[in-house]
């Protein structure tokens, strides 16, 4: 997969968003441990970057999925991990089963408000006691009359304090735990619902995240996604996506550190010459854009067949090959990024320790890339499991 001049022209416009929009406040906002989430998701949406593999008929582009490959890439010249993130929740991992399998009012109701920035999205999988063990959740939507009443708690929720709405899972029946889930859109102002900010996480700072509970919160069964019983399904697919967006946004970020070090490096003078005068930081600094061009390769070999699936399909539908490239790059994506900032760390020396650096930033916000939308070990579950490997006992 190669960019063409449209997918140039929109990255030209990220970056010049991010540049008058995100980066003058990015410190502030690290500081205050929140961001304007409305303000900024409404230049994303009259920009048309929340939208962009969406449909037109909900004020989407209709594009394919390279030119959201495109916007993760470009959203990695943001100076903090927290914001891009929030957009990729709300363009990539909180719509995208809605856009796939909601009925036309739901999407009326709910993505097109959230494509155009008028609305704040997020989505509720993860628990106290679930995490990447999605299918322990304990969250319960029970049928009463032509409504569901939910009863549970979601944690770790990117966007949650601030989101209108949350894209949710929940048991909707006790039968086989792949097939007892429904995905509900579930507004947040609603009665029962209460909302408790997560305050002093090691990166991420200006990410708005909450815990979110749930008691007898009433929402019509219309506001279910799709078919009953299929929210598990729908959750795996939103989940691919996830990883693929993933793995693309942290590609200019470890360029940029990269950048960043041979700078300080070539500045930074110790016995008599600049630090970058040493061939062993010549050489580890080659080895780390080497590793992050093997990795933009890999994405990008996964987005092209993604695409060539056809525009819009999910990513699973699109067959198990593009299942596993997702996951072999974000596993990859989630330890490179980690060595990246490790090892560019280590060369800024004390400064590199000081959270004034943006190094120090950077270390931070990247290491929720293992954990976030499945941790490694997942990711090496499903590897290996395609390689026809003994399961477990």
């Known amino acids: 997969m190669i960019y063409g001049p449209e997918h140039r022209a929109l990255q030209e416009t990220v970056v010049r968003i991010v540049e008058r929009e995100i980066a003058p406040y990015a410190d502030a906002w690290e500081d205050a441990e929140e961001f304007p989430s409305h303000d900024v998701m ?41 914001v891009p993130m929030a957009i990729g929740v709300q363009a990539d991992m909180a719509t995208p089963a809605l856009a796939r399998n909601g009925s036309d009012e739901l999407r009326a109701q709910f993505l097109a408000p959230s494509i ?13 006691g679930a995490g990447s063990d999605v299918a322990s ?41 792949h097939r007892s889930k429904s995905l509900l859109c579930v507004p947040l102002d609603a009665p ?15 990410s708005d995240t909450a815990t ?14 799709g078919e009953e019983g299929r929210g598990f399904v729908y959750q795996m697919q939103q989940f691919q996506d996830e990883r693929l967006w993933a793995a693309a946004s942290v590609l200019r970020g470890m360029e940029k550190a990269i950048e960043q070090t041979i700078v300080h490096t070539r500045e ?19 080895e780390m854009k080497t590793k992050v061009e093997l990795l933009r390769s890999l994405v990008y070999r996964a987005v092209a ?89």
């Open 268 to 286: 930074r003078v110790a016995f008599g010459r600049s630090l970058l005068d040493n061939q062993v930081i010549q050489f580890a600094l080659a």
């Open 137 to 177: 959740i304990s969250t319960r939507a029970r049928r009463d009359g032509d409504d569901y009443l939910i009863d549970g708690t979601k944690t770790w929720i990117t966007n949650g304090m601030k989101a209108d709405w949350v894209c949710l899972l929940a048991n909707t029946s006790d039968g086989p735990l």
């Open 212 to 225: 979110l509970y749930f008691e007898n919160v009433r929402v019509p069964q219309r506001y279910r996604i």
């Open 192 to 206: 029962g619902v209460t909302r408790v900010k997560l305050r002093d996480k090691l990166g991420m700072r200006c």
């Open 305 to 393: 067949d993604y695409v060539a699936a056809g525009t819009g399909t999910a990513i699973e539908a699109a067959g198990p090959d593009v299942v596993l490239l997702a996951s072999m790059a974000k596993l990859t994506a989630g330890r490179l990024v980690r060595e990246v900032a490790d090892g560019c760390l280590q060369f800024f020396g004390g400064m590199g320790y000081m959270n004034e650096t943006p190094i120090a930033r950077f270390y931070r916000d990247m290491r929720l890339v293992s954990i976030g939308g499945g941790a490694d070990e997942v990711m090496l579950g499903i590897i290996a499991k395609s390689m026809a490997l003994p399961a477990r006992a």
């Open 116 to 128: 155009a920035g008028e609305y704040v999205a997020c989505v509720g999988v993860s628990e106290p």
């Open 42 to 82: 409404k230049v994303f949406g009259d920009n048309g970057l929340l939208g962009i593999t969406r449909a037109a008929e909900y004020g989407g582009l209709g594009l394919d999925y390279s030119y959201q490959c495109a916007l993760a890439e470009a959203l990695g010249d943001a100076p903090c991990g927290g």
